[in-house]
Every structure is written in structure tokens, then in C-alpha cells.
């Protein structure tokens, strides 16, 4: 059974890619989603086994590495958070493949979709069930390449070619800092296996590195790198800027890599080394930072977008901020249980607005849309429920994590900690804020608003298909009930599920204080969701739109961060690349000394070779005496010099 679930996504992807000819459009779909179906069940089973009974399993499959320094195997762990994370990624992967059938029923390269769907979840499960860093590195390439396939699905489409390249690229930096990570890793500890380093990590907390006549922390720097890595992948700020872009790819890419793989990668291993983490407080620090700026920045940006799926994409970006700084506020478990609600109400969000886009001829301009609840009912029911669920709304399921960890922010504020509260307090209930307003303007703008279409699309918008509306009925029962099911397992006192896995200092942990903090302070984000609400429809009513002009216009160009990396970093690159490596290096000096060079000297020599050659003896006669004389005269000169050296040795 263990083993298996990380072969059956493998088996699909074959099936789907290499048999698709024969099995059809529909045949390929079926197959695909049943195995991940099939998948969905064993990890349930799993979850059962691990969590539940305590049974954890480490599975050896064969050697990899074997060497005097290293000894690496093929192993998967199975702990109470990979099996976790395999629940979330194997139900919303199952979820996308169903949608998926619906949602591409005319597309005729649908079994190549599927493939790479399957292929998606297998690099996913390679990555949460590796039992050490290299393997975990494998699965970690693994999804970026797939990101890359299934974003620049519709390859003949420009810009869906430069998001992906945009998207896996990105990413290099921060597969880069992961990959310094393995080398420290191995430097200190002389392993790579997660067991064997955290079991180390105490012997070495006053450990330092001495570079460039510099001393650092060990810790301090192994957070750094492995903060860089998981900002790539989790598109914090700064390296956020693929994310919008990717939504270039069909819409259950962007559900499958928003809500359950990719970007959450990223977070996932910040929590699974929490038991580093916990000995650099320069890293935590970092971590609360890079969260609470990313939450601030996306929600606000958000505000001002036009695009349903970028407007999604950027509430992605922002609720990754919070389990970010939730990471940094060293409540990791808490950060993994918003991890796993966010899975389900952004995965909704995303397939309501496919179902949408899909019944209105691919359109995603909000202003192109408006009056379609009574037309999608369906449609606008559960994007409702999504909306509500990511504004942390009461009893639904982003209310159980996202007020917690806001009151654990309180709690921190309270304790005069400027960074690890403050920041964090503030910045994150004015994404509240934010959040709230962009959900509810999105529902106007879609769905209550008059229509701007034209007649003809208007009156040929039908209800999307079976297919389509099961995967958004199933995650909206999830969006409501799953926070209040789960809350208990994840964070409630005295679970000992996390005990062996994540890893805090008992004066890090402050869930009881945040229970008795004021009740002004506990119903603030609450206050916050109605302002929001308030605001959009405030705003949507009197049509101001006149209103911070300036700032609108710097928000929506996305704070210029493009145009920052275009100007300052692409463009002296693509500069250095043509006139100094292309032009001078390349066509010049190696092209001179090189082809270019040889093709010119060597005719011009077989040319002079060719005029000595002329036929005459004395000609013929005088190079034969000049060659001998040129040889006798080195071998004289040559013994002479032997003669001195000597005599000169002789006398001294």
C-alpha cells in the first residue's frame, strides 16, 4: 500500500501519455482519474494507519548513493505530516482530474493534459514522502518541470510560452538556495537523511562558519538558504512574480498548483525542518517578515485587478504570507492546519471561476461579465462559500485557522516582540481587510453586477457539466465543515500527533495565551471581513472611481516589481549576453581563434605549401642543404652549450 501510492500517479502518467492515441479523449480521462481516485483512498488509509493508530513506517526501496563519504537509499517516510499532506494532495488532484474531463471536453491533446496532471502528483508525492534531502530534491525539480508542461500547455499561445518560462526560471533561484542547503547539510552533518540531522541538530547550535574572514551562525546561514528555496516555490515577495503569470495555463492547472502541490511546497519545508529552524532566531525573524510584507502586498494588489484568475492568484500569494509568518511565529502546526483549509477553499475558488470562464467562452475580464447567479447557480452558490471561507468568515473553514493565527499575532504584540508581532499583527489584519474587499468585488463584479456583455454571449451562458459541478459541490461541503473537523487534530491541546515530526520550543508555543487575550481583539478580524464587505459594496454602488487615482494606478501595474527586474536585471543581462559574450567573445575572440580563424589560415598555408612545391631541383636542392645546415647547426650549438654548462660546473 505505501509503495504503491507513489507508483499508481507513475503508472497513470505512462497509460495516459503513451496509450492516449488508442484509449481516446474519454478513455485516457477515466483511467487517469480512477488511479488518482484510487490514490485518494490509500492515502485515507494511511492517514488512518499513521496518524491515528501511531504507526509510523519508514520503507527502504534499494540503495542510491554509496560511497565512503555518503550512503544515500531510495526510502520514503511515512509520519503523521507527509501522510497529512498526502490526503490534501491526492483529494484536490483526484478533485482536478474529474473537473478536468468537463473542463477540456473539446480540447483534442486532453490524454497529454492528463499525463501531466498524473506526473504533477507523482513529483508532489516524491517530495512529501522522501526521507531525505536529495530525494526530496528530486521531487522538488520534479514539480517545476511539471509546472512548466502544464502551464505552456497551450504552447502555441505566446504568452502562455513566456509564463512558464517566467515560472521555471523564477524558480532557479530558489532551487539554487536549496541546493546549498544539501551541501551544508552534508558538510556538518555528513548525511542527508532527515532522522540523522535531526537528531545532530542540538550538538551543533553553537556550530559557526567561517567565510571571507566572516563568522556566521550555522543555522543562522542554513535558515537563509533554506528560507530562499521556499520562497521560490511558495512565491514569496520578491520572487513572487510567476505566480499571476501562470494562470496563462488551463484553470485546473491553476487550482491543482495553488491549492495543493507547487507553491505549498515550499512552506512544507519550512515545517519539515522545524527542528532546525528552531535554533536560528535570525531565520524566524526572516520568516515573519517575508510572510507578513508577502500578505500585505498581495492582498492589496488584488484589490486592483481585473482578472478573475489573477485576482485568486494573488489571494494565493497572500494567504502563503500568512502561513509563512505563522511559520516564523514558530507554530508550525498551526501553519500546516491553514495549509490544508486553504487547500480546499482556494481549489474551490479556482474551478468556480474555470466553471464560469468555461460557460462564458473563455472570457476572464471582470468587466466584461456581470448578472450571471441566476443563470450559474451552481457557479455562484459555491464561490460564495469559497469567498466567504477565504474572508474568514465564522464557522466556515479559513475562520478556524486564519483567526488563530492572527491571535497568536496578538499575543506576540502584547509581549512587545516588534518583529515577531508587531509587523506580523498589523500587516496581517489589514490583509483581512483587503481580502475581504477583493472576495466581495469579485461576487459583484461577476455575478450581481449588469451585465457588459453582448446579447448573444449573454443568452448562450449554460450551466457547466456533470463532470465540472461534482469536484465544486465535494470541495464546498469541504470548505464549510473541514476547519471545524480538523481543528482539534491539528491544533487542539494535548494532541500528540506532531510530537515526533514538528519540532518548537515550549517558549515559542503560545496557544493558551491566545485564548484569554481581550475579546476585542479575537472579534478584530471578524471587524475587519465586514469592513472589507462594507467597502466593496460601497464602493461597487456609488461607482467611485476616482478614489486614490495614484495609488490604484501603482497597484495595479503590480508595484512595479516587473518592470524593476526587467530594467535593472533582464535587461543588462540580455545587454552583457549580445555585446560582450555574443558579439566580442563568441563572434569575436573564439570565433577568430577558433573555425573562423582556422577556415582563413588554412587555405592561405596549403596556398604557400603549394607555390614551393614548383617542380624545380635547384629550388628543391637548396631547401635539402638548408635543412641539413639548420640541423647541424642546432646539434653544434646544442653541444657547446653542454661544453660551458660544465666547464662552468667543473670550476665552481
Not at 462559500?385 to 468568515?393: D, K, M, V, Y
Not at 473537523?485 to 514538528?502: A, E, M, Q, R, Y
Not at 508595484?559 to 543588462?572: A, E, G, V
Request: charged share 10%; with cysteine.
Amino acid at each position: 500500500m505505501y509503495f504503491s501510492i507513489i507508483v499508481i500517479p507513475l503508472v497513470s502518467t505512462f497509460i495516459s501519455g503513451f496509450c492516449g492515441r488508442w484509449l481516446g479523449r474519454y478513455g485516457a480521462s477515466m483511467f487517469s482519474s480512477s488511479f488518482i481516485l484510487v490514490n485518494f483512498f490509500l492515502s485515507l488509509l494511511i492517514f488512518f494507519e499513521v496518524n491515528i493508530c501511531g504507526t509510523s513506517t519508514i520503507l527502504k526501496v534499494s540503495p542510491w548513493v554509496s560511497s565512503d563519504l555518503l550512503v544515500t537509499h531510495w526510502s520514503f517516510l511515512f509520519d503523521s505530516l507527509t501522510s497529512t499532506m498526502l490526503v490534501v494532495v491526492n483529494s484536490i488532484s483526484s478533485l482536478v482530474h474529474i473537473y478536468s474531463i468537463g473542463y477540456l471536453n473539446e480540447d483534442p491533446h486532453t490524454p497529454r493534459f492528463m499525463s501531466y496532471l498524473s506526473i504533477f502528483t507523482f513529483f508532489m508525492l516524491i517530495l512529501v514522502t522522501a526521507d531525505n534531502i536529495i530525494q526530496m530534491f528530486v521531487g522538488w525539480e520534479g514539480v517545476g518541470i511539471a509546472s512548466y508542461l502544464l502551464i505552456n500547455f497551450w504552447f502555441t499561445r505566446l504568452s502562455a510560452n513566456q509564463a512558464a518560462l517566467k515560472a521555471i526560471i523564477t524558480n532557479r533561484v530558489g532551487d539554487f538556495g536549496l541546493s546549498l542547503v544539501i551541501l551544508l547539510s552534508f558538510l556538518t552533518f555528513g548525511s542527508l537523511d532527515y532522522l540523522t540531522i535531526f537528531s545532530l541538530a542540538p550538538l551543533f547550535e553553537l556550530y559557526e562558519i567561517t567565510f571571507l574572514n566572516l563568522t556566521f551562525n550555522y543555522f543562522s546561514v542554513f535558515g537563509f538558504f533554506l528560507f530562499l528555496g521556499a520562497i521560490g516555490k511558495s512565491a514569496q515577495l520578491g520572487l513572487h512574480v510567476w505566480l499571476p503569470d501562470a494562470m496563462e495555463g488551463p484553470t485546473p492547472v491553476s487550482a491543482l498548483i495553488h491549492a495543493a502541490t507547487m507553491v505549498t511546497a515550499g512552506i512544507f519545508l519550512i515545517i519539515r525542518f522545524s527542528p532546525l529552524l528552531e535554533f536560528s532566531p535570525f531565520t524566524l525573524m526572516i520568516l515573519t517578515i517575508a510572510g507578513s510584507l508577502t500578505a500585505f502586498f498581495a492582498s492589496l494588489t488584488g484589490v486592483f485587478q481585473s482578472d478573475i484568475k489573477k485576482i485568486i492568484a494573488y489571494s494565493t500569494c497572500s494567504q502563503l504570507g500568512y502561513m509563512m509568518f505563522s511559520c516564523g511565529l514558530s507554530h508550525y502546526n498551526l501553519s500546516l492546519f491553514h495549509l490544508s483549509n486553504h487547500a480546499f477553499f482556494k481549489a474551490l475558488l479556482f474551478l468556480a471561476a474555470g466553471s464560469v470562464i468555461h460557460s462564458i467562452s473563455d472570457e476572464q475580464d471582470l468587466r466584461r461579465m456581470g448578472a450571471l447567479a441566476p443563470i450559474l447557480p451552481l457557479a455562484y452558490s459555491v464561490f460564495i462559500i469559497g469567498s466567504l471561507a477565504l474572508a474568514g468568515f465564522p464557522f466556515l473553514t479559513g475562520f478556524y485557522s486564519k483567526d488563530l493565527i492572527l491571535e497568536i499575532t496578538q499575543v506576540f504584540r502584547n509581549q512587545n516582540l516588534f518583529f515577531f508581532g508587531t509587523m506580523s499583527c498589523v500587516f496581517g489584519n489589514l490583509a483581512v481587510f483587503f481580502t475581504s474587499f477583493y472576495s466581495f468585488r469579485l461576487l459583484f463584479f461577476t455575478f450581481l453586477n449588469s451585465t457588459n456583455s453582448t446579447r448573444y454571449s449573454y443568452s448562450s451562458v449554460v450551466e457547466s457539466t456533470t463532470f465540472i459541478s461534482i469536484p465544486l459541490v465535494l470541495l464546498a461541503f469541504l470548505s464549510i465543515f473541514a476547519g471545524y473537523l480538523s481543528k482539534d487534530f491539528f491544533v487542539g491541546f494535548g494532541t500528540p500527533v506532531w510530537n515526533n515530526v514538528i519540532f518548537s520550543f515550549p517558549n515559542h508555543l503560545y496557544f493558551i495565551e491566545s485564548e484569554f487575550i481581550p475579546p476585542f481583539f479575537k472579534w478584530l478580524p471578524f471587524i475587519f471581513s465586514f469592513l472589507g464587505f462594507f467597502s466593496a459594496l460601497f464602493l461597487n454602488t456609488q461607482k467611485i472611481n476616482f478614489l486614490f487615482y495614484k495609488l490604484a494606478f501603482f497597484v495595479n501595474k503590480k508595484w512595479y516589481w516587473d518592470s524593476f527586474y526587467s530594467r535593472f536585471l533582464i535587461f543588462p543581462l540580455l545587454n552583457f549576453g549580445l555585446i560582450v559574450s555574443f558579439k566580442t567573445l563568441d563572434r569575436g575572440f573564439i570565433e577568430i581563434t577558433g573555425p573562423y580563424g582556422m577556415m582563413q589560415v588554412v587555405p592561405k598555408w596549403a596556398l604557400l605549401t603549394n607555390r614551393l612545391q614548383n617542380g624545380q631541383l635547384t629550388q628543391y636542392t637548396f631547401f635539402f642543404v638548408l635543412t641539413l645546415v639548420s640541423v647541424f647547426s642546432f646539434m653544434f650549438l646544442k653541444l657547446t652549450s653542454l661544453y660551458f654548462f660544465f666547464t662552468l660546473l667543473f670550476f665552481i
